[in-house]
């Protein structure tokens, strides 16, 4: 195929396909001929075995991920490639008329899930790893560079994705989220900017953990080293009381963490 619109004639014409959605960049791709043209082809039926292909149209690579109609009809909540890419998609062709409600379904019930509160195992899971990626690295800077580079550039994806989660916000992939950062967050979004233009381990620890404090904020900022922290039931309402209770029946005064107990 010699261009994206032979491709999209193509699969128009195609009796098995049920719809296209268009998502991501793809018209930064075409327009500026960078990133890559990003396309779900919703189907009847589609191979069980293969999700997704891969390939070049105008001189440009295409990510074509195959999805059936029932599939998108069963997509559950929840953080799935699948159901992110559609929510943020537009629709380019839906000859039955079926896809476009199917679509709307999903975003109502996207933002009636973003209104639920985080559970209390959540926020602790939240405020747990990010600063336990500050303990991971301390004390190794120096000699184990590579190790700690590589675990502040996966903290820094999580806490863009963390900023979103605990403000009750869709995360809409990275490029979005970025946008989004610059619009509502210009000292958040400038942060990040100083971030990437250091390659100082101490100074992006720094940085780091300033960011870590603004975006848990809603939620009471990272975890504190003076306090019991418990994981466990999604559905428990006082999750932190009942931690402590465990914790005081196994240790009781014999174990001083600074935190009363």
């Not at 043209?37 to 189907?43: I, N, P, Q």
């Not at 008329?97 to 209104?115: A, I, K, V, W």
């Not at 950062?181 to 233009?197: C, D, K, N, S």
Request: contains cysteine; positive net charge; proline residues 3%.
């Amino acid at each position: 195929m010699r261009t994206i619109d032979e491709m999209i004639a193509v699969l128009k014409h195609h009796p098995g396909v049920k719809g296209l959605v268009r998502y991501g960049s793809t018209h930064d791709a075409c327009k500026h001929r960078t990133g890559d043209y990003e396309l779900f082809v919703v189907l009847g039926q589609r191979d069980p075995l293969v999700s997704s292909l891969h390939f070049f149209a105008g001189g440009l690579p295409v990510d074509l991920n195959l999805i059936t109609l029932k599939e998108v009809r069963h997509l559950g909540r929840g953080g799935s490639f699948e159901r992110s890419a559609l929510l943020d998609g537009e629709v380019l062709y839906d000859p039955t008329g079926q896809l476009e409600p199917e679509l709307d379904r999903l975003r109502r019930q996207e933002q009636r899930s973003l209104t639920v509160e985080l559970s209390d195992h959540e926020v602790a899971r939240i405020r747990h790893g990010h600063r336990h990626v500050f303990d991971k690295v301390k004390g190794r800077l120096d000699t184990k560079s590579l190790f700690c580079r590589y675990l502040l550039g996966a903290n820094v994806h999580w806490l863009v994705e963390s900023y979103f989660r605990v403000r009750c916000l869709a995360f809409s992939g990275e490029k979005r989220a970025i946008e989004n950062l610059q619009t509502r967050e210009p000292e958040i979004y400038a942060a990040l900017a100083g971030l990437y233009a250091t390659s100082d381990l101490k100074k992006q620890v720094k940085i780091q953990q300033a960011l870590t404090q603004r975006i848990l904020a809603p939620i009471g900022g990272p975890w504190r080293g003076d306090k019991v922290l418990a994981f466990g039931d999604e559905s428990a309402r006082d999750l932190q009381k009942e931690g402590r209770q465990v914790f005081r029946g196994l240790f009781g005064g014999a174990y001083n963490t600074g935190e009363r107990v």
